[in-house]
């Protein structure tokens, strides 16, 4: 709690030295230093609270839980759907969320990303931070009528959260990508009534994983054979920069979309009684 | 030629007249002020979704928990009186406005946490997938919620800061001397202390 109170006030405490050093320039050095006060003071309430890692690829895997061979292969997915539909899905695994909650967090990273085209807002974020064990997919706001809250939760929780459970956290990722492609390709109605239709037959035989199977992964592993697809992993594919990434206006993102299991726990005061309760119920993390 | 000299030359002086205007913050007010009024926009409408998602939630729940009576008819009061507090972007100057709006809100914040505490000891409830999907989209809304406030009070810092610093203060005091600085949220009571539980 110290950690976050430190961090929350470390913005505004630099907003105070600099019009503290605005104050004392305004005598030494006249109206320019003022300028430059006012445009340093400006700068820092536009800056981001926490200390992102770079957008070096389709795959930023800071806290390393993806092997090399997994993250190529996940990598072709996330470059041959842009191809098709233009969305851009990235995934991010962060190891440590800053002592902020995940929500905030992803937010801020994707706005700090600029994922997704500037015009349609068809950014996706699959941010896993292992270490807090927490899950979210972060949502622009030109995808929110397709990637709903209510899918978002179904995916983390069918096709992530029980992968992870057994430590397996490239195929937890895995099976994300291919259920956030399937259910953004596929008409989502559809989807929808698939991943019904599997959970109501895990419940039946009253095994977790068993959702799984019914989860359609084999459709995208066609496309790595796709020569369509060879082309995207050459130059352009495996290693995209960042200047590739189309820049997306900040203020499309406006932090739909549930994460994992536990309700969230800070900011609205008369949620965190309910989400101590279920927290009571079930361990902290989403898995 | 001199004549179209001397016209090439007020040109030129109207052009840097009005670059050095707009350099001095002229734009800042306004361009923060329309800023910070559409962030507010986004507030309303994010809050407005939560209204809306209301009557199927307390529908859903009904048909599972018809007992919990009081926590049902307090969740339908609390969203009738927030939907009412509205406020367009000409009263956000008036802090006392803000604050009605948002202790409407807050209760009914307080309101559904309740309903969504009792839903716990249902099971069938839990289990049902109407309540499934409505509990994850309130989630998701009370998120961008917590998203739109935040990026509204960021906007409104902006906003008031151009009033009361150099260069655009100058303007602040003559041409948009009517812009008064906006209210914002004030933290609620509590918010920054872990809940309490208590069985």
Known sequence: ?287 | MAFTFSRMRAAFAALALGLSVAGCGYNTIPTAEENAKAKWADVQNQYQRRADLIPNLVATVQGYAKQEKDVLTSVIEARSKATSVKIDASQLTDPEKVKQFQDAQNQLSGALGRLIAVSEAYPDLKSNQNFLALQSQLEGTENRIAVARRDYVGAVRDYNLTLSTFPSLIWAKTIFSGNKPMATFTASEGADKPPQVKF
Not at chain 1, 233 to 259: E, F, I
């Open chain 1, 1 to 287: 709690m110290v950690g976050l109170a430190i961090l929350r006030d470390a913005p505004s405490a630099l907003l105070r030295m600099r019009i503290r050093f605005f104050g004392r320039a305004l005598k030494a050095r006249g109206p320019f230093a003022v300028v430059l006060a006012a445009a340093l003071a400006l700068f820092a309430t536009l800056a981001f609270a926490f200390d992102f890692p770079a957008l070096t690829g389709r795959v930023v895997d800071q806290a390393n839980i993806i092997p090399a061979a997994t993250r190529s292969q996940i990598e072709a997915k996330l470059a041959s759907l842009e191809d098709k539909s233009g969305i851009q899905l990235v995934v991010a695994t962060v190891s440590s969320l800053q002592d902020s909650d995940i929500e905030t967090f992803s937010v801020d990273l994707a706005r700090a990303w600029k994922l997704g085209e500037a015009k349609k807002n068809n950014g996706l974020l699959l941010l896993v931070a292992p270490n807090e064990r927490k899950v979210r997919i972060e949502v622009g706001y030109g995808l929110e009528g397709t990637m709903t809250d209510a899918l978002t939760k179904v995916i983390i929780q069918s096709a992530i959260v029980p992968k992870f459970r057994s430590g397996d956290y490239a195929g937890g990722v895995d099976a994300g990508v291919d259920a956030i492609i399937d259910a953004l390709t596929v008409d989502s109605a559809e989807w929808q009534k698939k991943v019904e239709g599997a959970r109501r037959a895990a419940a039946r035989s009253h095994r977790p994983d068993s959702a799984l199977r019914h989860f359609p992964a084999v459709r995208l592993h066609r496309h790595l054979d796709d020569p369509q697809c060879a082309r995207a992993d050459g130059p352009m594919g495996a290693a995209r920069q960042p200047d590739d990434l189309h820049p997306l206006s900040p203020s499309s993102w406006s932090g739909g979309g549930a994460a994992g299991a536990a309700a969230r726990a800070a900011a609205i005061p008369a949620f965190q009684a309910a989400a101590a309760i279920s927290a009571a119920a079930a361990p902290r993390g989403d898995w």
